[in-house]
């Protein structure tokens, strides 16, 4: 096992310097003074391209190689098979991207932002149009290198979904919407049964901080191995499966950002602390894929955090802290207020019922703009005539619709559907967990969610990256990544809230 | 110049990863939850090993002398006759420690740091003394490697005082050690007279923050080029020319550590922020030596914070915030409490009439243990003599004797002598400073501190590691590093407060 030795500690050391690279990063967003970011991106640009150099030089390659002789016949599930396949996979794909073509790709992203911040704020969809073109030409090139069967958006999309293929996502999708659209329009059609009223009022910071601290906490969220911090754009960062950290921020009249968002990031940041701590600073050390991420940060934002249950037990708690607020306001009330359904223009302002659609006219544009069946200068068209058609409102400016994304001008293409397809594995994983241990809506009642995160920490949380995604899911719950059990969720809650 | 600018490239990645190591560190300080802390060793440990490695790699040196031969006939005073010069210095240096041995020194380091740890907790030297005795030896290893002509010590002086001699040091302080020690015996007769009863009450820590705040940004700091955070041992720490931090801690029953420590480290900080902005990312972007850094700090803590000139300003300030525990306290009485002297036991707690004397005896110590003219076993006997014949006490227990001090256990032998220079040096600049700009004083009674901190600026900070530290008092005073400034300081200002 010496060269698997050799491998490991190759593979540690650049772990290292990601895991630094990810603190830089941290600190940008929470910590350093204006001034330091020159710097910062330096150190950023020196970081990346050190660990970069050492992952895809030569003699990891025949490390690798000598690795995986070296342990011919290790079970498919061991630690050592998994690393070996896991690493051969990022090993090739990072070849295959020419470092000239990752040092463009770096370049025009860092300008593209740019570009869209100001297209954006001015609300001019004709200044970020050439730039648009432009990044996803490079995306087509990067595909190209990548190399695909069937179509080149597999290729995209298998850099953020590992394994998944675009014909697979989009009979998913394809489902999804022929219940979801009427659904919503279901809903649409009796929009004043809820209102959201009570969340919209004076709510203390520091009250709000310390209530969702109890709840993360419950949770399981433990203060000796993460801490919270505010940041403009929430997230979750590990810098080792004992030190995960996530970000919030608070608004002193919306209840929601605070104490949903901390949910969210904490949802992804159990995950990441319930990798088996066998795998430390190896590339298995992670989420498997942003989809499964997702599916853990709505499974504890959504299907928890806004259940019936979880607020029988936390809602009398939450009316001790704001007495005048929500003392005078029903469990019920409160429950609809934060399930409360509005088609609206915010892709991250969408509640659950609605998000999936924002995601899946993305999904169809990108695959279109890549194939070339349409040009950018009618993306503003279509994008509206499409929200027309699946939300049933038209945004009044491009900066409410097809501008509001930082994801093209960051050169993130094929990352979209990531998002909807966490939220179906949410679902499909939660109705998994109660069918193996019923106890748990009950024991959600009582403010005890140890089952549920046991449960998903010997499920999914613990084999890190060893498996795919669509793999992963499979193990878990027999079948793929579906619709159905997203769909019956979403029945069933809303039919009832709504009266449908 | 293209030799020059690789070498500049190559030194500028050095730079970006100690940056970023810069940052794991002061991470781990203010940051870090307990459990971060082995994966955190791991990133330091590899991020220093590259760092390290690409220092020390044939490609470095032969860029610098190429470099220099592409030079060749620069001005000593321009940057890049500097950087070479500076550059070729650390790297014969770091070339002349073999890897393996600055591995067995920072293993041994790090258990002997656990040995300290609990010896001084338990105040038992024996159990220490085989450790100190390994790091000795360490020692007097590194300094064969280093190399030397007259003593060994002089290698160890050197690593932390660039160009300093023992001989020249021990001449310094042996002068300075006729006149402190009558000095010490003179006021010790007087203690009586003066005491710091009104600086131990109860205030608000946040109140404490907010003053020293206002003090530290009327000295020139600026929170868009840092920032202020709590850690358990205050430090300063620079990331960039632009992102220099510092961090302090609060007593809720004592003025002083906070205020006076704030003061200290943005001395340290103010240094670090007024290097040329053309030396970004080189190896002279920093001070030069630790000796003219505790000039930094040492000058603004004690030269100007514990002036009665600042206080004519800022004491009505300082009452206004503390109305119930100053507002009845004469000036004369606070200025009196805050330079009280008090021969005493631990080092850092010494006021600056005493520092210097706690530094020499660990001076002198560690020469007779390198030069093998004192035994390990001995220790504790010579130290408890030497308190009493310099300081007129002796501790009572180890723990408050040679058992203080992180230094030994931590492989920093040699370095003690820099606290006591950075004394010396702090006054030398002062008497300059004054001599050019008269004014300075009286600005300071208004609250302004922009006239001595651009002359320092201009003067000290700009150079970096321009020069080395004597070359650098030299240059601003026309004088080397001596003891009279420092004495003439003290037995003016402790002669009028203690009526001598």
Redesign the interface.
């Known amino acids: 096992m010496e060269t698997y030795r050799q491998l490991r500690e190759r593979l540690?050391?650049i772990n290292?310097?990601n895991?630094?690279?990810g603190?830089?990063n941290w600190?940008l967003q929470v910590?350093?003074?204006?001034?330091?970011a020159?710097?910062?991106a330096?150190?950023l640009?020196?970081?990346s391209?050190?660990a970069h150099e050492l992952h895809i030089a030569d003699e990891t390659g025949r490390l690798i190689a000598a690795a995986a002789a070296e342990l011919d016949g290790a079970s498919y599930d061991s630690d050592e098979a998994a690393l070996i396949r896991v690493t051969q996979r990022d090993y090739e794909q990072a070849r295959r991207l020419p470092p000239e073509f990752v040092a463009e790709l770096s370049r025009e992203s860092a300008r593209a932002h740019e570009v869209w911040v100001k297209a954006r704020a001015e609300n001019k969809f004709a200044a970020f149009a050439p730039t648009l073109e432009k990044m996803f030409e490079l995306a087509r090139r990067a595909a190209e290198y990548l190399g695909y069967t069937d179509h080149p958006y597999d290729a995209l999309l298998d850099q953020f979904e590992p394994g998944m293929k675009t014909a697979q996502v989009r009979a998913i999708f394809d489902e999804l919407k022929q219940e979801l659209v009427p659904l919503v329009r279901a809903i649409s059609a009796r929009l004043d049964r809820v209102d959201d009223a009570v969340l919209h009022q004076e709510f203390d910071e520091d009250k709000q901080r310390d209530f969702s601290y109890e709840v993360i906490q419950a949770f399981g969220y433990?203060?000796?191995?993460?801490?919270v911090d505010r940041a403009v754009h929430p997230f979750a960062q590990n810098?080792?499966?004992?030190?995960v950290?996530i970000t919030t921020r608070y608004d002193r009249t919306f209840l929601n950002p605070a104490l949903f968002g901390t949910m969210h990031e904490t949802g992804h940041a159990l995950y990441e602390l319930g990798v088996d701590p066998a795998l430390?600073?190896t590339p298995l050390a992670s989420g498997t894929s942003l989809g499964v991420h997702e599916s853990q940060s709505r499974l504890w934002e959504n299907i928890v955090g806004r259940s019936r249950a979880m607020w029988t037990c936390f809602y009398p708690r939450l009316q001790a802290v704001f007495p005048a607020q929500l003392g005078g306001v029903g469990l019920d009330t409160f429950y609809r207020a934060i399930n409360t359904v509005q088609p609206s223009f915010i892709r991250v302002e969408a509640d659950e019922v609605t998000y999936s659609l924002h995601i899946m006219l993305r999904f169809e544009i990108e695959q279109e703009l890549i194939g070339g069946t349409l040009k950018v200068a009618d993306l503003p068209d279509v994008w509206n005539a499409r929200m027309k058609a699946y939300l049933g409102v038209v945004p009044p400016t491009d900066t409410l619709g097809v501008l509001q994304d930082v994801h093209w001008s960051s050169a993130l293409i094929g990352y979209f559907a990531t998002y909807a397809l966490g939220n179906l594995i949410s679902v499909q994983l939660w109705e998994k967990a109660l069918a193996d241990a019923p106890d748990i809506p009950p024991q959600i009642e009582r403010g005890e969610f140890g089952g549920l995160r046991e449960w998903l920490r010997a499920n999914v949380h613990r084999h890190g990256r060893k498996y795919m995604p669509d793999e992963l899911v499979r193990r878990v719950t027999g079948e793929g990544i579906q619709s159905r059990s997203y769909m019956r969720y979403l029945k069933t809650k809303y039919g009832e809230i709504y009266g449908l």
């Open positions: 540690a050391e290292d310097i895991r630094a690279a603190l830089l600190d910590n350093m003074p204006p001034a330091g020159e710097a910062r330096h150190a640009g020196t970081l391209k050190i433990d203060f000796k191995r993460g801490r810098f080792s499966i004992n030190d950290r430390e600073r």
